[in-house]
């Protein structure tokens, strides 16, 4: 089975209740957001049918076929899931951040011991994998606690918007920052925090590589019922040698089923 190839229509219903694609159980506010979140573990902010995967867009507009209209000003669907993103974020009782391949995501905090342990940067190895830039703003977040998107570029004296910018992507896929809130006026700005600062005992949790790749495997396939080739790596950032380490020990713990190379099922659905 191959990316693109039609599933199972026993997948596609598991689906439909798992991912909310069904009207009746759409995603309307920020505490329906949060526990479809937990339920399926992680999953993206507002990515549309196009891309696999769960996502809060696609939980709102309650259907299989939820596409992201061009100009998402005036859709209302768009503009329901961005609030509900806003809101959840600024909870703060679930991780976002952009994370691998720059993909704004949510991470239920059960689960995010296990993606800190393969991205996460140990403070001992900051100097090793940030760069200039990246520890620059991360000093002066460790003296502010939090700040806005200007005044913190202004106070790590970095001119350049687009350096800028890598710094706190880089500082995001690393579980050092994430966005805590967001202001519209007088302009648009995300306010900045350290990780910690909210997720402190989730990140403090040392979990080894293998146990990260099973327990990341494993909540995906339970939402997701069955996986094509490439599937996990590309909504993970893993590598595809890491993803099907990860699917392997669910074979191996009895839970899932290798239906031919690169293809698992989760077995309760078999």
């Given at each position: 089975?191959?990316?693109?190839?039609?599933?199972?229509?026993?997948?596609?219903?598991?689906?439909?209740?798992?991912?909310?694609?069904?009207?009746?159980?759409?995603?309307?506010?920020?505490?329906?957001?949060?526990?479809?979140?937990?339920?399926?573990?992680?999953?993206?902010?507002?990515?549309?049918?196009?891309?696999?995967?769960?996502?809060?867009?696609i939980a709102v507009c309650g259907r299989r076929d939820a596409y992201m209209p061009r100009n998402v000003q005036k859709d209302p669907e768009s503009?329901?899931?961005?609030?509900?993103?806003?809101?959840?974020?600024?909870?703060?009782?679930?991780?976002?951040?952009?994370?691998?391949?720059?993909?704004?995501?949510?991470?239920?905090?059960?689960?995010?011991?296990?993606?800190?342990?393969?991205?996460?940067?140990?403070?001992?190895?900051?100097?090793?994998?940030?760069?200039?830039?990246?520890?620059?703003?991360?000093?002066?977040?460790?003296?502010?606690?939090?700040?806005?998107?200007?005044?913190?570029?202004?106070?790590?004296?970095?001119?350049?918007?687009?350096?800028?910018?890598?710094?706190?992507?880089?500082?995001?896929?690393?579980?050092?920052?994430?966005?805590?809130?967001?202001?519209?006026?007088?302009?648009?700005?995300?306010?900045?925090?350290?990780?910690?600062?909210?997720?402190?005992?989730?990140?403090?949790?040392?979990?080894?590589?293998?146990?990260?790749?099973?327990?990341?495997?494993?909540?995906?396939?339970?939402?997701?019922?069955?996986?094509?080739?490439?599937?996990?790596?590309?909504?993970?950032?893993?590598?595809?040698?890491?993803?099907?380490?990860?699917?392997?020990?669910?074979?191996?713990?009895?839970?899932?089923?290798?239906?031919?190379?690169?293809?698992?099922?989760?077995?309760?659905?078999?």
């Open positions: 089975m191959s990316p693109g190839q039609d599933l199972p229509e026993l997948i596609e219903i598991y689906r439909d209740r798992v991912w909310h694609r069904e009207s009746e159980n759409r995603i309307e506010d920020a505490l329906s957001a949060e526990i479809f979140i937990e339920r399926v573990g992680f999953c993206s902010s507002m990515t549309d049918c196009r891309r696999p995967g769960p996502s809060l867009y503009r329901l899931a961005w609030s509900i993103k806003d809101d959840v974020m600024r909870r703060g009782r679930v991780y976002y951040a952009k994370l691998k391949r720059g993909r704004l995501t949510f991470i239920a905090r059960r689960l995010l011991p296990y993606f800190h342990a393969l991205w996460g940067v140990p403070l001992g190895k900051e100097s090793k994998f940030l760069s200039d830039d990246a520890r620059s703003v991360l000093r002066v977040l460790r003296r502010e606690w939090e700040m806005g998107t200007r005044d913190l570029r202004l106070a790590s004296r970095i001119d350049e918007r687009g350096r800028f910018n890598r710094a706190i992507d880089d500082l995001q896929k690393t579980f050092k920052v994430i966005p805590s809130d967001v202001i519209y006026k007088p302009t648009f700005s995300y306010i900045w925090s350290l990780a910690e600062t909210r997720f402190h005992d989730e990140l403090e949790l040392r979990v080894s590589r293998e146990e990260a790749l099973k327990e990341i495997a494993r909540a995906y396939l339970s939402g997701v019922g069955i996986t094509v080739r490439g599937e996990l790596a590309s909504v993970t950032g893993l590598s595809r040698p890491e993803a099907g380490s990860g699917s392997w020990s669910l074979v191996d713990d009895g839970v899932a089923l290798r239906l031919e190379p690169g293809v698992y099922s989760w077995r309760e659905l078999a």
